[in-house]
T-cell receptor, first 112, second 114 residues
């Protein structure tokens, strides 16, 4: 599986935007970029995913670099409930039931 | 919003005993997964299941582990003879399709082997 690199931790103030970076320089043409988060004592939660174009949903936006070697998850207004570990994961589209390979992610702290 | 349901939320078992962890995936999903997370460690893939057979399994998923979809709605993980090191959170997940779709995870079963 192609690997991703994320900062271990980031901090944000509540109500401010947060940009969580992810590097994936060895991404292949068939890899989708997925983001999940894990709140304390809960299971992982899907956030967003994309292939080439930027994506928006009710939770977040995903900005994908033109060369696809990096991406940024954008939380437009962080709240205390967004404090979690955020995982950037590449998922190969060639397998029938391709697994997610979790790294250590970015631990986001949100303060008042 | 549809959910993946896991039962029980917490299971305590004696070493050497068999346990069955149960999951009800989202009804129109076709792909099913089990992951585990030992306390303080990464989420680890165990097995994927599609079309009533295992698609992929990790090194962790040895002969002590098995999965089954007995009735078209439940998806179970059985550990035949539990070891202390099997203590972990076990997460079930389901997906509508391949990597173009996101996964939905359950809230997990905390397995404690004593």
């Amino acid at each position: 599986d192609a690997k991703t690199t994320q900062p271990n931790s980031m901090e944000s103030n509540e109500e401010e935007p947060v940009h969580l970076p992810c590097n994936h320089s060895t991404i292949s043409g068939t890899d989708y970029i997925h983001w999940y988060r894990q709140l304390p004592s809960q299971g992982p939660e899907y956030v967003i995913h994309g292939l080439t174009s930027n994506v928006n949903n009710r939770m977040a936006s995903l900005a994908i670099a033109e060369d696809r070697k990096s991406s940024t998850l954008i939380l437009h207004r962080a709240t205390l409930r967004d404090a979690a570990v955020y995982y950037c994961i590449l998922r190969d589209n060639t397998g029938t039931a391709s697994k997610l390979t979790f790294g250590t992610g970015t631990r986001l702290q949100v303060t008042l | 919003e549809p959910e993946v349901t896991q039962t029980p939320s917490h299971q305590v078992t004696q070493m050497g005993q068999e346990v069955i962890l149960r999951c009800v995936p989202i009804s129109n999903h076709l792909y099913f997964y089990w992951y585990r997370q030992i306390l303080g460690q990464k989420v680890e893939f165990l097995v994927s299941f599609y079309n009533n057979e295992i698609s992929e399994k990790s090194e962790i998923f040895d002969d002590q582990f098995s999965v089954e979809r007995p009735d078209g709605s439940n998806f179970t993980l059985k550990i035949r003879s539990t070891k202390l090191e099997d203590s972990a959170m076990y997460f079930c997940a389901s997906s509508e399709g391949g990597s173009r779709y996101g996964y939905t995870f359950g809230s997990g079963t905390r397995l404690t082997v004593v």
